[in-house]
């Protein structure tokens, strides 16, 4: 109960800034009726809200049994396609339907047979040689490049001002075109979860993406994490003790949690603390020194560009205790020992029945779960299997309880809406950015926090600003890829763009109205970071392809013809069956539907299907912008 008043208290003190977000331009919403809808849709949400102890006494919780062929049903396939996927359109969750429970969860689950046709990421050809080993930081950069005369695959200049200048300009211009092509690489992927025709293979790289976290801004490397991302993609329904090898030997990994660091005499802990924490066994089961034991028996793991090494000088062979064994272990071998342990299992089917079912899990239930991933010799396919075909995954404890992370919000939207392509307005960046979850830009090494944290007031009205920039594109969109997100940057490239000298425009801003007078001020530096990363962006926007910026092409109004609606109230039905996976009351769908007709001057669909548009638009954006559609 406590978190039902608690939300109750929190969301309705919020409504009247829920409320003013809606569309301002349609008079009827400034009125009580769709203040009652606000009220109405946020206690809704609420009492998704309730704990699970709240639901201990209801049928089929907990309950790992087999769901029936006669307890299927067409909500029960679209639950079981927005958790496991990211929603369908209802043609496809009819056909899943009328397949039957078994049948249904093994296509979505034995997906290898279905051909992957999607296409390649499409690398921009912004690597050069030299770049690799890129350095720490900047002062890294020049320091090596006083000292060697060359840095980065640059050489230093050999007389004139500025003679560490190329080499500044160069690692700006990786750091830029990095982060730029890893947006390209988000944008990718968020084409895959939209059009995939395996979507749990997508779902599984998400979730893995969350509990291997790693970033582009430690990793500086758009191109390790590609290779990691298809490093998820490959192994993520596969055997545990694979991808678990295959993401401790990856470089976007060993460079997150700095393995160039963990060295024979002077081992670096990061590593061997997140595998045993965060990855495998959870706080609790391990020591602090099995922690240092088992970080000397890492050392030497290492990466040279986008390779796997050893390097023995660097390994510690001597004897290490771990986990209460003796012996001269490796990394291999401190997996192997982690994997023996059941609460290992237990750890990662938890988090597995966390992410698709609900947040929280009974001891008693993850143990079951625990101990049949266990007895399966950690196969992960056979796991999901019995998950989604659990009464348990199917029980109102379950079902229109998950608070949809902003990548799912944004790619089941797009889903359901039938769309061939992630629109390029608005920005799939820029908008899950606002939402709070950034692909490929974790913000720590757990990942994100989901559930509850996804929602708060100004994250609410954050989504309903999502729906509506799709469905009414900003006609004056600025990219931000191609735009320095540093406003620095912005500040130098004016100046110089209006004609000043490089001096001058590279003045920090209070001191630019005397810079005239100072012309010469950095003439015998040997670089000037300020022109190095204006320098770099230039460089990168130079060469990094640019994302396709076409909004969505949307005809809700076809749409909802083609489902023979005939009037405001079947527009508001067939909306609500297929864009929600929770039922919205009918005082609030009339609400809806009275608004609709206002805004048409009729009811009649048919005779008003040539000036639709706009209001259905209107419309869809109201219902999206309920408390009720961020629940799936």
């Not at 056909?95 to 499409?122: K, N």
């Amino acid at each position: 109960m406590e978190c039902y008043e608690h939300t109750i208290k929190n969301t309705r003190g919020n409504i009247d800034l829920f409320y003013n977000f809606l569309p301002s331009t349609a008079e009827e919403l400034m009125n009580a009726k769709l203040k009652k809808i606000i009220t109405i849709a946020t206690t809704m949400l609420a009492v998704a809200c309730l704990t699970p102890n709240s639901w201990a006494d209801t049928d089929w919780a907990d309950d790992l049994t087999a769901i029936s062929e006669n307890d299927w049903s067409y909500e029960k396939a679209r639950h079981l396609v927005e958790r496991a996927g990211f929603g369908d359109i209802p043609i496809n969750i009819e056909r899943l339907a009328t397949m039957g429970p078994r049948a249904a969860v093994r296509e979505l689950v034995y997906f290898h047979s279905i051909p992957s046709t999607l296409p390649d990421f499409d690398h921009s050809g912004i690597h050069d040689s030299g770049i690799e080993p890129f350095p720490a930081s900047r002062p890294a950069a020049t320091k090596l490049a006083k000292e060697t005369g060359e840095a980065i695959g640059v050489k230093v200049k050999p007389e004139g001002n500025r003679r560490l200048q190329p080499v500044v300009d160069r690692f700006f211009y990786w750091l830029r075109s990095s982060m730029l092509e890893t947006r390209r690489v988000a944008h990718w992927w968020a084409n895959r979860m939209l059009l995939t025709k395996r979507p749990l293979e997508e779902k599984m790289t998400l979730f893995w993406h969350g509990h291997f976290a790693t970033n582009e801004e430690k990793v500086r490397d758009y191109r390790k994490l590609l290779n990691q991302n298809q490093v998820f993609r490959a192994h993520g329904t596969g055997n545990f003790k694979d991808l678990l090898i295959a993401v401790s030997q990856d470089p976007a990994m060993l460079a997150f949690l700095d393995a160039g660091v963990n060295i024979k005499g002077s081992p670096n802990e990061n590593f061997a603390r997140e595998i045993m924490e965060l990855f495998t066994m959870g706080v609790g089961n391990y020591s602090e020194q099995d922690i240092r034991e088992a970080a000397r028996a890492f050392t030497g793991w290492n990466f040279t560009d986008l390779q796997f090494v050893v390097n023995a000088s660097e390994h510690d062979t001597s004897n290490k205790t771990f986990l209460g064994r003796a012996g001269a272990w490796d990394g291999l071998d401190i997996i192997d020992m982690i994997l023996e342990k059941p609460v290992t299992a237990e750890y990662i089917a938890g988090k597995i029945y966390k992410f698709f079912v609900r947040e929280e899990i009974t001891p008693e239930l993850q143990k079951e779960l625990g101990a049949s991933f266990y007895s399966s010799g950690y196969e992960i396919t056979p796991l999901l299997e019995k998950i989604f075909l659990s009464k348990d995954f199917y029980s109102p404890a379950s079902m229109g309880t998950h608070i949809k992370s902003p990548v799912e919000l944004v790619i089941s939207t797009y889903k359901k809406l039938g769309l061939d392509g992630v629109p390029g307005v608005p920005d799939f960046y820029d908008t899950t950015e606002s939402l709070g979850q950034i692909l490929l830009f974790p913000p720590t090494v757990a990942g994100w926090a989901g559930g509850r944290s996804w929602i708060t007031p100004g994250l609410l009205l954050a989504r309903g600003n999502f729906v509506y920039d799709t469905v009414f594109p900003n006609i004056n969109f600025l990219p931000s890829d191609r735009y320095p997100e540093n406003y620095q940057i912005g500040v130098v490239a004016e100046r110089l763009a209006t004609g000043a000298d490089i001096a001058t425009a590279t003045q920090p801003e209070d001191s630019y109205a005397t810079s005239a007078s100072n012309n010469m001020v950095d003439r015998d530096e040997e670089f000037n970071t300020r022109l190095g990363s204006y320098r770099g962006w230039r460089m990168a926007i130079e060469r990094v392809k640019p994302i396709s910026r076409t909004p969505a092409r949307l005809n809700l109004t076809k749409m909802i013809l083609a489902a023979k609606c005939t009037n405001t109230e079947e527009v508001v039905d067939y909306l609500s069956k297929r864009f929600f996976t929770i039922s919205i009351d009918q005082d609030t769908k009339k609400l809806i539907a009275d608004f609709l007709e206002k805004q048409l001057g009729t009811n009649n669909i048919i005779d008003a299907q040539t000036f639709s548009e706009e209001a259905v638009r209107e419309t869809f954006h109201l219902l999206l912008s309920l408390p009720e559609y961020q629940l799936g």
